[in-house]
């Protein structure tokens, strides 16, 4: 175990001045350890590739301490250490530059660097070319204790991940497999302070796995992986359009039985550059640690989440080629605009999406501009929704339509605080909770204004005004035990050994079907073995999913759950054309076909598991 | 707070977040522990059967319901619900549990209000101040990692509570000013104690940050 150290200090730069908040300080971050281990396709370490006037490792490292974290550890293989030193020189953070010569002399510093830290910590690739926003995004968001920056589609030399109602509950390595993934790993993990002990323990024992070289089964477990590398190149050699197969390395999961591979990885003969690039592969996926630790903490049961960079720029560029090929595609990124639009939230109704995000991000880059936190947006936008309940109130027709007209100014501030947040990365747990109650608050001020409106006007409408709040209470009071029942489910889930590749505990289906796969590839005339049935209610759910297909499905589907966004244009909408009493019926209704709708599906899976 | 966690007894600490979310009150834990041994029937099925005769009351008569039928009914499910809370809540339709036992509540608080009368708008004002600590404890355990306080759970008196309550104002013809004392004296409790938690809370993360995982938001 050979680990050499150097260290070189640098004055802290001024932060931008761009009007968002900087995250310094807050993050909670204090140390980050970039794993610079990876080769380049050329000779050398990818990390010291030049970008711009640096290297590629220059430009995180000062990311990194712009966000505000201080101290980084630079891991690297030895014999490239003086080329590393000098490609980190004059970086904005206090930079150590460690050589080792094994991925469990890796493990050991990491394990070092999780005990001398007096905070957070990052454990990332020191070769990932991305958006300070994207970095910013994990680290400087309070809401994610320990976590990693993923994306939805797969990317090169990245692996997957799973995860189930916002936890990581599975994650794939050179050694590991991920079954059913739903997202990719872009190679940045956090690391609480509170999970900083168990990281540093977990990177003990995945070095004493590693020390005497990689345990059997995980080794098997990578030469499946660059068995299916081999054949995806062949494959798309053999169909001659030249184009480079851009999957990851990880992504062919294991074979399915039903779907044989047609190919022998073993007997497959590629041609001399395609040899050279399986054989790259597989030297990058053999120095891959902060998968290896990221995989750890998973299968330790630390809750973890995910960041998603969105919109964002992220690249791991590997060769020279690839270099410049991110460089191009870097300066068509307007960052500003990038980072506008990565501020709506995804998971946004129908009505919100269409009909107030694409102006409210605008008042959102407002409001940041005039320095508004998003806690005083909340606070305005409550008192517009009090507003708007005193117009209902006067049972008029002039305050019904004022009030409807501000009903919908306090659902776009509403949004506003939310993308402002985002934007400006000022996520608070109080503002968190401001906005949630306060929304249930505007919600149900202008129930009653409207039931105070229409006694004015000589309708008595309070037993409905009653239902529509006991409704809408019943439907979230649904989606906080429903939620609650399925992380008690995730939480009982065990997972299984680190040693073990297989995210299944017990491990034994992977050689089942890697053993079926063979013999299936061997014979492919065999008829592939009838699955199983479904039971009825698993068929009905993936019917109804499958007419996700049509475009417009799922904007229906969250429409018919009557979501925010719904409820207040309903509320804005009915009460200024008509009244008060078609109002609450309209809620009722809708609301009464979400709470089936969602009833219905729940009950199915619940049935169905 | 913290001081009194320690007093409590042992099993709050063990109460899942389900449990957190039934919102049980003093007479609901009493009658659970009393009776939850003797009567072995899912949480699911006493819920059903407690308020199935209020359900065919509400159907058939509606408001017309006599104020000792009213009362009656909803002590009849007051009963049923509350041995539930002694009873295992397993199953995979666990989850129904909190929200059938809002939906009771708030039903029958409003119920209640038509049967006197014009006490409708009390019972609103009513069900406002309970929704704000149904929703609180749900947030407070998302963004502060905490449950509400022994002392609150006393006060707020649980659905359990609240419905009883509701039925002696009936009978002592006390509806609506009863609600409107009600509401507004919830309103203060439950505004006030959040409002110090979260102060608490701020100047306890200014000294040191608090690490929880963040549940996603599930609900729009």
């Known amino acids: ?609 | 707070m913290s001081a009194q966690a320690t007093t409590l007894p042992a099993p709050r600490e063990q109460r899942t977040t389900l449990e957190v979310y039934r919102d049980d009150g003093p007479s609901a834990r009493a009658l659970g522990a009393l009776l939850g041994r003797v009567l072995p029937l899912p949480p699911l099925v006493l819920l059903v059967l407690g308020a199935l005769p209020a359900a065919i009351a509400i159907a058939t008569q509606g408001d017309d319901t006599s104020a000792g039928t009213t009362a009656g009914l909803v002590a009849w499910f007051v009963l049923c619900a509350a041995i539930s809370s002694g009873r295992p809540n397993e199953g995979s339709l666990r989850w129904a549990v909190p929200p059938l036992l809002r939906a009771s509540e708030y039903g029958g608080l409003v119920w209640i209000a038509t049967v006197a009368g014009d006490a409708v708008p009390g019972a609103f004002a009513l069900l406002c101040a309970i929704a704000f600590r149904h929703y609180d404890l749900v947030y407070r355990g998302r963004h502060r990692g905490v449950t509400s306080p022994a002392w609150l759970d006393q006060v707020a008196l649980g659905w359990d509570g609240r419905l009883l309550v509701a039925c002696a104002l009936l009978l002592a013809d006390l509806l609506p000013a009863g609600f409107f004392v009600l509401a507004a004296i919830f309103a203060v409790v439950f505004v006030t104690e959040t409002v110090a938690g979260w102060a608490a809370f701020s100047r306890a993360q200014r000294v040191g940050p608090t690490e929880a995982y963040d549940d996603e938001e599930d609900e729009a």
């Open chain 1, 1 to 609: 175990l050979t680990t050499e150290t150097t260290t070189t200090s640098a004055p802290r730069r001024a932060p931008a001045d761009d009007g968002r908040a900087r995250a310094g300080g807050r993050t909670g971050v204090t140390t980050a350890v970039l794993l610079a281990t990876a080769p380049t396709d050329g000779h050398g370490v990818a990390a010291g590739q030049a970008w711009d006037d640096h290297t590629i490792v220059r430009r995180l490292v000062d990311q990194l301490a712009d966000i505000g974290v201080p101290s980084v550890h630079v891991i690297t293989r030895t014999g490239w250490e003086d080329q590393l030193r000098r490609a980190v020189e004059g970086a904005a953070a206090s930079v150590q530059v460690h050589a080792s010569d094994a991925i469990s002399s890796d493990l050991q510093l990491i394990a070092d660097a999780a005990r001398e830290s007096d905070g957070g910590l990052v454990v990332a690739y020191g070769d990932i070319v991305t958006h300070r926003e994207a970095l910013a995004g994990l680290l400087a968001d309070p809401r994610v204790a320990s976590g990693v920056l993923a994306v939805g589609v797969r990317r090169p030399f990245t692996y997957r991940l799973r995860t189930s109602r916002g936890r990581i509950v599975s994650a794939a390595s050179p050694y590991h497999l991920v079954r059913r993934p739903t997202g990719t790993f872009l190679g940045v993990l956090k690391v609480s302070p509170n999970d900083r002990a168990a990281l540093a323990g977990i990177a003990d024992d995945l070095e004493r796995l590693t020390e005497p070289g990689v345990p059997g089964a995980w080794a098997a477990e990578l030469d499946r992986k660059l068995g299916n590398v081999r054949v995806r190149l062949a494959t798309a050699a053999l169909e001659e359009d030249g184009e480079e197969p851009r999957d990851t390395l990880e992504d062919a999961g294991p074979p399915e039985p039903a779907e044989p591979v047609a190919l022998d990885p073993s007997t497959i003969v590629l041609s001399p550059e395609l040899e050279e690039e399986a054989a790259f592969r597989a030297a990058v996926a053999r120095e891959d640690v902060v998968t290896l630790v990221f995989v750890g903490l998973v299968r330790s049961g630390a809750p973890l989440a995910t960041t998603h960079v969105r919109k964002l720029f992220w690249a791991r560029p590997l060769s020279s080629e690839a270099v410049a090929g991110a460089a191009e595609r870097i300066t068509h990124y307007d960052e500003e605009k990038v980072l506008l639009d990565s501020a709506v939230k995804a998971t946004d109704g129908f009505f919100t999406t269409f009909f107030v995000s694409p102006y409210s991000k605008y008042i959102a880059r407002f409001a940041a501009r005039l320095g508004l936190t998003p806690n005083v947006v909340t606070t305005i936008s409550v008192l517009i929704g009090c507003l708007a309940a005193a117009a209902f109130a006067t049972g008029e027709r002039w305050g019904l339509v004022t009030g409807a007209v501000l009903v919908h100014l306090a659902f776009v501030t509403d949004c506003v605080d939310g993308q402002l947040a985002r934007y400006t990365r000022t996520f608070t747990k109080l503002g968190a909770w401001l906005d949630s109650v306060f929304d249930r608050t505007k919600e149900y001020v202008v129930f009653a204004g409207l039931a105070l409106g229409a006694t004015q006007m000589g309708d008595d409408v309070w037993v409905l005004a009653a239902a529509a709040l006991t409704l809408q209470t019943v439907r979230h009071s649904f989606d906080f035990s429903y939620a609650a029942a399925q992380h008690e489910v995730i939480g009982a889930t065990p997972q299984a050994p680190v040693e073990e590749p297989d995210d299944v505990p017990g491990g034994a289906r992977i050689k089942q079907i890697s053993a079926e796969a063979h013999a299936a590839a061997a014979a492919p005339q065999a008829p592939a073995a009838p699955a199983p049935p479904q039971p009825l209610p698993r068929r009905i759910l993936g019917l109804w999913r499958s007419l996700d297909r049509l475009a417009f499905m799922p904007w229906l589907k969250r429409m018919i759950a009557f979501p925010i966004g719904e409820r207040f244009a309903v509320i804005a909408i009915t009460a200024a054309l008509w009244g008060p009493r078609t109002t609450f019926t309209v809620l009722l209704v809708w609301g009464g076909v979400a709470l089936a709708y969602t009833l219905a599906g729940r009950l199915l899976r619940s049935i169905g598991r």
